[in-house]
């Protein structure tokens, strides 16, 4: 199974994209992250063309998660399940191929001193707890997406340029790592120990040419899975125009294979 996660950053701006890409990578299923679709926008047609099944949750705002998959989609849940959105559609879940596959978009928190950071500090501890009421952590779980929050300092391009900011602060990696805790491990830093691999990197000045990016993308797996994992891989080269000429996001895709 090859397994992506992927915040494409505008479905409706990036779709000749993640087809073109699709279609070259032969994902069996893609977590995207920031479709900005609502649910009646969403380009299902295009998606069954090329043999994928489609669960998608947005409202046609800034968020909007979906997964992808041409290994089945079965008991597709959207949100928390308990009227806790308020803060935009940023998680979905579906049965893939007997994996239970989680696609989740969690809040930036802006700047430490904003309201927005407790309410991203609130949103991963309400996933813990979502995790633990909803999914065994015996079995098959993957929870994939754009989860906001760089895990460690070699997961930044320079630690000290963001000292008192978002994304690297204790608090947020805390909460990130009671998710872990639940019984979730980083996968990817299994393969890349020593960190220096970006997934996210701004459109501005020139950042990701200069190497000036951030691991903020993550795919997070049970044991059962860690074990049959068999390569973690950021595809830089999605971050770039792509051989049709379309643009990119500004995120590039986390591609995992597992047995």
């Not at 754009?146 to 963001?162: I, K, L, T, Y």
């Not at 204790?170 to 019984?183: H, S, T, V, Y």
């Amino acid at each position: 199974m090859k397994l992506v996660t992927w915040n494409i950053n505008s479905l409706s701006a990036r779709l000749p994209l993640v087809l073109e890409w699709l279609e070259a990578n032969d994902a069996d299923v893609l977590c995207m992250q920031e479709t900005k679709l609502a649910d009646s926008a969403f380009p299902y047609d295009a998606f069954k063309a090329l043999g994928y099944e489609v669960a998608h949750y947005g409202d046609g705002r800034w968020n909007g998660v979906a997964i992808v998959s041409r290994l089945g989609l079965d008991d597709p849940a959207r949100g928390f399940g308990t009227g806790e959105d308020a803060h935009g559609c940023r998680l979905i879940a579906a049965t893939c191929g007997g994996l239970r596959v989680h696609s989740v978009y969690v809040p930036n928190g802006r700047s430490l001193d904003n309201e927005f950071y407790e309410i991203k500090l609130a949103w991963l501890a309400r996933l813990r707890t979502y995790l633990e009421e909803t999914c065994d952590r015996g079995g098959d779980v993957a929870v994939c997406g754009d989860f906001n929050v760089a895990p460690r300092d070699v997961d930044v391009w320079d630690p000290a340029h963001f000292v008192g900011a978002t994304h690297v602060s204790e608090p947020e990696r805390a909460a990130l790592g009671g998710i872990l805790d639940w019984g979730l491990s980083d996968v990817f830093t299994r393969y890349h120990p020593d960190g220096g691999v970006f997934s996210w990197w701004d459109y501005r000045a020139g950042d990701f040419h200069q190497g000036r990016g951030m691991r903020i993308d993550l795919v997070l797996l049970t044991a059962s899975l860690v074990e049959r994992c068999r390569s973690a891989i950021v595809d830089r080269n999605a971050r770039k125009k792509s051989p049709a000429g379309h643009k990119p996001s500004d995120h590039a895709p986390v591609v995992v294979d597992i047995d």
